[in-house]
C-alpha cells in the first residue's frame, strides 16, 4: 500500500472524516465504514516500521499528517495518534507472538488498548490493580477507567504491580486478551468531548492470565509504560497544535464574513489582536513540538522537551480555544458551530496522557538539575 501524501490526508480528515463529524457526535460511534476507510488511507502505518508493513516515519516527518488529521474530528485524530504509538511496547518489549500484532495493528485489524489510569487508585506506586503468582501463571484483580477505545480493543496493555514494596520496579505489564474469561469491559463512560472515542471502565477479579501474556520483564511495567508515554507527549502535543490551528482557521474564517455595524468584525483591531495572539501562540507551540521530534529522531534525551512541549500545547491549546470561542460570538456557544465541538475536544487534553501538573513536576526537575 503506498504512503499517502500530507495533502490526500489532509483531504481525508477534513473532508469525507469531517463529513461523519454530525452523526459521531450523535451516536458516540465512529462508522465501521469509515474506520475501513482511514486503514485505506495508511492512518495506522505511519509510523510502524516496515518489516510490520509500516511505512516508518520518524517522528519528524509524522508531524505533519498527524497534525493534518488533528484539524478534523477529535476522533480521527486518536485513532491516528494512538495507533501510531501503542505498537512501541510491543515492539520494544514483546515477545514474537506479541510483536506479531503489530502488522494487524498496521493495517487496522488489530487494536491494543492502553491501560493506566484507575479511579480508586493513582498511577504508578500508588496503583490498585495487582496481579499474583498462581502457579505457572497469574491472578489478576483491579479496575482500569477512561481506557481510548476499549470499546473496541482486542487486546489490553494492562499495567499492575506484582508485589506490596510500591517501588519503581513493583509494576509489571501484560497483554490480555479481550476473550480473557472474567475480564469484564464496561464502554458506558461518556466523556465531554471527542466522541467517538469508546472509553472504557476494565473490571477483573481474579482472572487467570498466562505468564506468556506478560509483556516485558517482571518489574519493568514502568518501562513499558513510559516507552510509549515519552513518544506519546511529543504526538500529543501535536495534537493540539492541529486543533489550536484549526480554531484558529475558524476564527479567521468567521471573522471575515461577520459583519458588524457595516463593517466585517476583522477590520476591528480588537479582534485583530485576538487573531494575532492566536497565531503566535499556535506557532510556538508548534516550534517546541519540532525541537523534541528533532531530539526524539537523533536518539538524544527528550523527556524534558517533550514534556516542556506538552506543557506548552496544553495551556496555549486552552487559550486559543476560549479566544476562537470569543470571536465567534454567540453563535460559536451553539452547536451549529464547529468551534462548539473544538473547544469541547480541546479540554480533554488537560488530562489525557498526564496532567500539566504533572509536566510541570517533569520541566521543573529537568530546570532545577533534579
Ligand atoms: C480523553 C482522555 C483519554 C484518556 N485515555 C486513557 C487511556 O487510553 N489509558 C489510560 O490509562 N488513561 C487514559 N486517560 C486517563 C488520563 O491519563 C488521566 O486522567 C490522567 O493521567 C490524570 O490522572 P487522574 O485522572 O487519575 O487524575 P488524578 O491523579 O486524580 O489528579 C487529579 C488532580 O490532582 C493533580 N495531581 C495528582 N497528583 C499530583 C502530584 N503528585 N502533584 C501535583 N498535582 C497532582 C492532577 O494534576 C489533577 O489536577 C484518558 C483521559 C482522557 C481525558
Not at 514534556?307 to 495551556?315: P, R, V, Y
Not at 475536544?345 to 496532567?355: H, I, K, L, M, P
Request: hydrophobic share 40%; aromatic share 8%; glycine share 10%.
Amino acid at each position: 500500500m503506498s504512503q499517502p501524501t500530507v495533502e490526500e490526508f489532509a483531504r481525508f480528515f477534513l473532508e469525507e472524516y469531517e463529513l461523519a463529524s454530525g452523526p459521531i457526535e450523535e451516536s458516540d460511534e465512529i462508522p465501521g465504514e469509515l474506520l475501513k476507510r482511514a486503514a485505506e488511507v495508511g492512518s495506522y502505518r505511519l509510523t510502524v516500521p516496515a518489516e510490520f508493513g509500516g511505512y516508518g516515519l520518524s517522528v519528524s516527518d509524522y508531524l505533519p499528517y498527524l497534525e493534518a488529521a488533528a484539524r478534523g474530528h477529535g476522533s480521527g485524530r486518536m485513532l491516528v495518534h494512538l495507533t501510531n504509538g501503542v505498537w512501541r511496547p510491543l515492539s520494544m518489549f514483546g515477545s514474537a507472538d506479541q510483536r506479531d500484532l503489530i502488522t494487524g495493528m498496521a493495517s487496522g485489524d488489530v487494536v491494543v488498548a492502553f491501560c493506566l489510569t484507575e479511579k480508586a487508585g493513582g498511577t504508578g506506586r500508588d496503583m490498585h490493580s495487582v496481579a499474583r503468582r498462581d502457579g505457572t501463571g497469574w491472578r489478576i484483580s483491579g479496575e482500569k477507567h477512561l481506557i481510548t477505545f476499549a470499546d473496541r480493543a482486542d487486546h489490553f496493555i494492562l499495567v499492575v504491580a506484582t508485589d506490596d514494596r510500591r517501588a519503581r520496579d513493583s509494576l509489571t505489564a501484560f497483554l490480555v486478551p479481550r476473550d480473557t474469561e472474567g475480564l469484564e469491559v464496561d464502554a458506558t463512560q461518556r466523556t465531554m468531548g471527542l466522541h467517538g472515542t469508546g472509553h472504557a471502565w476494565l473490571r477483573y477479579q481474579d482472572i487467570e492470565v498466562a505468564d506468556e501474556h506478560r509483556l516485558g520483564a517482571l518489574g519493568q511495567g514502568l518501562e513499558v509504560a513510559l516507552s510509549f508515554l515519552d513518544y506519546s507527549r511529543v504526538s500529543l502535543s501535536n495534537c493540539m497544535v492541529g486543533l489550536a490551528q484549526r480554531a484558529l482557521d475558524e476564527a479567521v474564517a468567521f471573522a471575515k464574513r461577520r459583519v458588524t455595524f457595516g463593517e466585517p468584525i476583522a477590520s476591528r483591531q480588537a479582534v485583530q489582536g485576538h487573531i494575532a495572539e492566536m497565531h503566535a501562540d499556535v506557532n510556538a507551540g508548534r516550534g517546541l513540538v519540532r525541537e523534541a521530534a528533532r531530539l526524539c529522531d537523533a536518539g538524544e534525551d527528550y523527556t524534558a522537551a517533550a514534556a516542556t512541549a506538552k506543557l506548552f500545547c496544553l495551556n496555549m491549546v486552552g487559550r486559543v480555544t476560549d479566544l476562537s470561542l470569543r470571536v465567534h460570538g454567540g453563535f460559536g456557544y451553539t452547536t451549529d458551530a464547529a468551534i462548539e465541538r473544538i473547544y469541547r475536544d480541546a479540554r480533554g487534553f488537560w488530562f489525557e496522557e498526564g496532567t500539566a501538573e504533572i509536566q510541570s513536576l517533569v520541566v521543573a526537575r529537568h530546570v532545577l538539575g533534579g
